[in-house]
Each structure stands twice: as structure tokens, then as C-alpha cells.
């Protein structure tokens, strides 16, 4: 908890949280993050893709690993446990098992992910794509808001472009990846539990709408014959809002605007928006991208506007390993509790790890379900919860494991 605080304040804004991938600030936490896994004599590197990977060697040098970890990237003005309190949580677990000098059949590894919420460059999952193979070369000419290019800041940050083939690992390298995470949702506290396990990752597609009208004198263009960009965007936001609402289970934000040439007596030219669209079942994305690509054209139809829509990233949804829910479930039992399951509408790398391994993820409950916002807050008593249950499910895969292998 104390490092989650610490890193909390490594930042790249003065007065809030946020640390991007492949910035001066994602380098000094992961500084911190790496003293703590040499000091419980894991092996350290940074692979290609900037990734942060730790390793604790299991009794045979050669053993598949599992992986526990999660990121250390944050959004803007971020809460200081999405991310950090699962790669903590996991280092905790293995300096547990080296204070009590224990090999285990497997290895851990511990990941520390460059970037799961995109915010740089707009590709969420970075790091865990590269680990899978799913890394695509072209999102390296992508430039942030400073202009600097994808390949530009990996190559300053210790990765590698031209190497990103080295950092993908093969389905034989893994036993299953975990993650504990904070449940960025209300269910746990209104189910007065401390703990529960993921289903499911829900289906997401992002968006990038561009809209085209003409900039113009404020003072001097009358109403009827303006094509005001930003006036076009904004209807298209309410009717985002409005397809949201009629689906149950289905969540619209459009999270980013930004007005050109952004001046008050300049009638808006250029809008571009983001669209983030989501829900537990594929279908109702697709159905629900559809209906609003369609009100965007009849919206720029009826405004004289152009509407460019582009398809940032879509990722269907994912199941979480049954057999891996089991043996969470099983070790919340043991801590006395009820095991609750419910799905995740935040995503996570597990979107990409579970292409290569079984995967599973433990939420922890955090208050009012606040979440990529500072008032972000886990109880330390939950999060001990949270450690207890990491430690039986590793043991527990662990006697498996010898059980299997004899
Ligand atoms: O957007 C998300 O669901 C995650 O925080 N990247
Ligand atoms: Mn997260
Ligand atoms: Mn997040």
C-alpha cells in the first residue's frame, strides 16, 4: 500500500496522476518496481516492447511460468491502484514465497505492462499485444499530442521496434496469467464482499470521428448559412447518449473532443471525437456501432458536414478460464468467504493474453466504484483479503501441478 502511494506520486503532471507509456515518469516507477523484484531475487528485464518482467525461477530452470501482473500506465488524473495494485499485489505474492525460501514446479513471472489504456497513442494494450503477437507494426508511425512518434519514444525508453518479434512469448511459456485489479464498478461493495472473480471481459470497439464544416467569423456568418462542425459533433454525442441508453448492458462515451481552430468568435471547422462503445455480448456492439455510423452520416447529410469514421481498435469479448475461476473461487472459499462472479466491464490485458493462455482475474472492491479518477480507494483489510487468495490459488495450482507432472 505504501508503494501504491509512492508511485501514485510519480507522475507527469504536477498537481495530478498521469503516467503514459514510455515516459520519464513510467521509468522512474518502474525503477521502484524493479529494485523491489531484484530485492526478492527475481531476474529482471525490459523486453522490446517496453514491458517491465520479473522472474521467479522455479525448482527446474526450464519450467513454464505463471505470469501475475497487470500495468503500471495510467489514464489522465488517474486513482493510484488501477494497475499498480495488481503488479504489488503480485510481487507481493512471490516475496511471501522467497521469505519462505519456497520453489515452486512453475516459475512467476511478473508483468509489469507498458501500456493497457492506451492513452499515448491511442492503442489500448500495447505491451500485452506485442506479448501475444498481435502488436501491429504500423501503430509505431502514430505520433502523440507532442508529435513524437510510437518508435520514437519506445527506442528512448529502453524498447526496441525493430526487436518487438523477440518480445512475443508462445502459449508453452505460461501455465495461466492472473491479475487482481480493482473492480472499477459498485458490485462488490453493494454485494458486502471484499473480493470476487472475473467471468468475462466485455466486447469494445473505439472509435475516431472526424468532423468536416467550414470555420467562419463568428460575428459576421448568420445561422442559416453556417456548417458548424462542433454544432454537427455535439448532435451526434446526444445521439451516442441516447443509443446507450436504450440497450440494457450497453455503455456509449464519448470521452475526447477537441475543437478546431478552437477559438471563441471562430465558428467551429474541425471536430474530432472519440467513441467508446461496449457490452459483455459482441452483438449489441456491433449492432450499436452500426446504428451510430448510420445517425452520423445522416447527421453530416443534414448539415452539409464530412464525417470521417475511423475504427481505432474493436475487441471482442473474452471468458475468463473456467478452470482458473474454479481455483479463485475455491481459495476465496477458503478464506472463509463466499465466492461471487461477475463480469468486468472495464477492459484488461487479459484481452490479449488470453489469445496464448488461460487467463483469470480477482477484483478487488474499491469504494463507490470509483475509478480512473483520484478519489480511487481500496481498504488495506480487503486488499489483505485479496493477497491471502493469490497465495492459496498459486499453492493451489502448485500441488496440481506436482499432481499432474508425476
Ligand atoms: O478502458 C478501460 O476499460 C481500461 O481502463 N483500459
Ligand atoms: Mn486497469
Ligand atoms: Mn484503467
Known amino acids: 500500500m505504501n508503494l501504491c502511494d509512492l508511485l501514485g506520486d510519480i507522475s507527469e503532471d504536477n498537481d495530478r496522476l498521469t503516467r503514459r507509456f514510455a515516459t520519464p515518469a513510467m521509468k522512474r516507477a518502474y525503477?521502484?518496481?524493479?529494485?523491489?523484484?531484484?530485492?526478492?531475487?527475481?531476474?529482471?528485464?525490459?523486453?522490446?516492447?517496453?514491458?517491465?518482467?520479473?522472474r521467479y525461477a522455479a525448482t527446474n530452470p526450464d519450467a513454464p511460468a505463471l505470469l501475475l501482473g497487470s500495468h503500471l500506465d495510467t489514464v489522465r488524473n488517474a486513482g493510484r491502484y488501477d494497475g499498480p495494485l495488481g503488479v504489488l499485489c503480485a510481487l507481493a505474492c512471490v516475496q511471501d514465497l522467497a521469505n519462505r525460501g519456497r520453489r515452486l514446479p512453475f516459475a512467476i513471472e511478473v508483468i509489469a505492462f507498458a501500456d493497457e489504456e492506451g492513452v499515448r497513442y491511442h492503442t489500448a494494450y500495447l505491451g500485452s499485444a506485442a506479448l501475444v503477437g498481435a502488436f501491429q507494426h504500423a501503430w509505431l508511425e502514430r505520433t502523440d499530442d507532442q508529435g513524437v512518434s510510437m518508435a520514437t519514444a519506445l527506442q528512448g525508453f529502453g524498447g526496441d521496434p525493430a526487436q518487438l518479434a523477440a518480445a512475443q512469448r508462445q502459449p508453452s511459456d505460461f501455465?495461466?496469467?492472473?491479475?487482481?485489479?480493482?473492480?472499477?464498478?459498485?458490485?462488490?461493495?453493494?454485494?458486502?464482499?471484499?473480493?470476487?472473480?472475473?467471468?468475462?471481459?466485455?466486447?469494445?470497439?473505439?472509435?475516431?470521428?472526424?468532423?468536416?464544416?467550414?470555420?467562419?467569423?463568428?460575428?459576421?456568418?448568420p445561422m442559416h448559412l453556417r456548417y458548424d462542425a462542433l454544432a454537427g459533433a455535439a448532435a451526434f454525442v446526444l445521439a451516442a447518449e441516447a443509443v446507450g441508453r436504450a440497450t440494457p448492458g450497453l455503455v456509449v462515451t464519448v470521452g475526447q473532443l477537441t475543437v478546431q481552430p478552437g477559438a471563441s468568435n471562430v465558428i467551429p471547422g474541425t471536430v474530432t471525437l472519440s467513441?467508446?462503445?461496449?457490452?459483455?455480448?459482441?452483438?449489441?456492439?456491433?449492432?450499436?456501432?452500426?446504428?451510430?455510423?448510420?445517425?452520423?452520416?445522416?447527421?453530416?447529410?443534414?448539415?452539409?458536414?464530412?464525417?470521417?469514421w475511423r475504427t481505432v481498435q474493436h475487441n471482442n469479448a473474452v471468458q475468463c478460464s473456467p478452470a482458473l475461476q474454479q481455483v479463485l473461487a475455491h481459495a476465496i472459499e477458503q478464506c472463509g468467504l463466499p465466492s461471487y462472479h461477475l463480469p468486468s466491464g472495464a477492459g484488461h490485458d487479459s484481452v490479449m493474453l488470453s489469445r496464448i493462455t488461460d487467463c483469470a482475474m480477482l477484483f478487488v472492491r474499491c469504494q463507490r466504484g470509483i475509478s480512473h479518477h483520484p478519489a480511487e480507494a481500496v481498504a488495506v483489510a480487503d486488499v489483505a483479503v485479496a493477497l491471502r487468495v493469490l497465495q492459496i490459488f498459486v499453492d493451489t495450482l502448485a500441488e496440481r501441478h506436482t499432481a499432474f507432472s508425476r
Open 275 to 308: 467513441l467508446d462503445v461496449r457490452h459483455q455480448e459482441n452483438a449489441h456492439v456491433h449492432s450499436a456501432c452500426r446504428a451510430l455510423y448510420e445517425q452520423a452520416i445522416q447527421i453530416a447529410s443534414d448539415r452539409q458536414l464530412s464525417m470521417e
Open 31 to 54: 525503477s521502484w518496481v524493479q529494485l523491489w523484484m531484484e530485492s526478492i531475487g527475481m531476474t529482471v528485464r525490459v523486453d522490446a516492447a517496453g514491458n517491465l518482467i520479473g
Open 175 to 221: 501455465i495461466g496469467y492472473c491479475e487482481v485489479h480493482i473492480e472499477q464498478g459498485p458490485v462488490l461493495e453493494a454485494e458486502n464482499l471484499p473480493v470476487g472473480v472475473v467471468t468475462a471481459i466485455a466486447a469494445q470497439q473505439r472509435v475516431s470521428i472526424v468532423w468536416v464544416g467550414e470555420a467562419g467569423h463568428a460575428g459576421t456568418v
